[in-house]
């Protein structure tokens, strides 16, 4: 299947500091990208879609100006977590659907295990 | 608001035993359903779908049943094996996975040797 990367695969950042977490689709071109967030022994929780090339949609209950969103390439999207606070401490997951596969599965990253201290 | 949602949080069966994960939905306007398998650390891997024009899938060692008139979908896992440990979670879609995905919560699957 095609493959969708996530990096870093953990970061560990101080209160109060921003975390850029990257996306990227390798082996297909990714019109749609998805975020979510997935906290210990729960389920995974859609924060945004994001489109290349135009603004995220946000859920409700997301703040997007605390999740900042860009999808300025097809093949990758940054979600930046702005003045982290421990709260925010998740695992963090993007999952992207592309040219070819429209209407069918998105592919998941590995995720992105965030600790803020 | 609408989700999917979950049967049993933890299921143990025996090593070569069938396994069968439940999930309801209640969201009357889904028209695409997923099960994926989770290991410990890491994302969400793709096993099964189904769209709602349809009412059972096979794929190799799994089968996902879909029963609209309950709003309830299965998977069913054969000859079960170690490597199968992991959560399980349904995830519903409007559109044909067009949009994000609304997922279960989850089921713990624990193999016995």
């Known amino acids: 299947g095609a493959v969708v990367s996530q990096h870093p695969s953990r970061v560990i950042c101080k209160s109060g500091t921003s975390v850029k977490i990257e996306c990227r689709s390798l082996?297909?071109?990714?019109?749609?990208m998805f975020w979510y967030r997935q906290f210990p022994k729960q389920s995974l929780m859609l924060m945004a879609t994001?489109?290349?090339?135009?603004?995220?949609?946000?859920e409700q209950g997301v703040e997007k100006d605390k999740f900042l969103i860009n999808h300025a390439s097809l093949t990758l999207s940054t979600l930046t977590v702005t003045s982290a606070h421990p709260e925010d401490s998740s695992f963090y997951i993007c999952?992207?659907?592309?040219?070819?596969?429209?209407?069918?599965?998105?592919?998941f990253g590995q995720g992105t295990r965030l600790t803020v201290v | 608001g609408e989700s999917v949602g979950l049967h049993l949080p933890t299921l143990s069966v025996q090593e070569g035993d069938n396994s069968i994960i439940n999930c309801a939905y209640s969201?009357?306007?889904?028209?695409?359903f997923i099960w994926y398998k989770q290991e410990s650390g890491k994302g969400p891997q793709f096993i099964i779908d189904?769209?709602?024009?349809?009412d059972k899938r096979q794929g190799q060692r799994v089968t996902v049943l879909l029963n609209k008139t309950v709003k309830h979908l299965s998977l069913q896992i054969a000859a079960t094996q170690p490597g199968d440990s992991a959560v399980y979670f349904c995830?519903?879609?409007?559109?044909?996975?067009?949009?994000?995905?609304?997922f279960g919560k989850g089921t713990h699957l624990i193999i016995q040797p």
């Open positions: 999952s992207a659907r592309g040219f070819g596969r429209v209407g069918t599965e998105a592919f």
């Open positions: 082996d297909f071109q990714a019109t749609t």
């Open positions: 994001s489109n290349e090339g135009s603004k995220a949609t946000y």
């Open positions: 969201n009357s306007a889904s028209d695409y």
């Open positions: 189904i769209r709602s024009n349809m």
């Open positions: 995830a519903e879609n409007i559109g044909g996975g067009a949009d994000g995905l609304t």
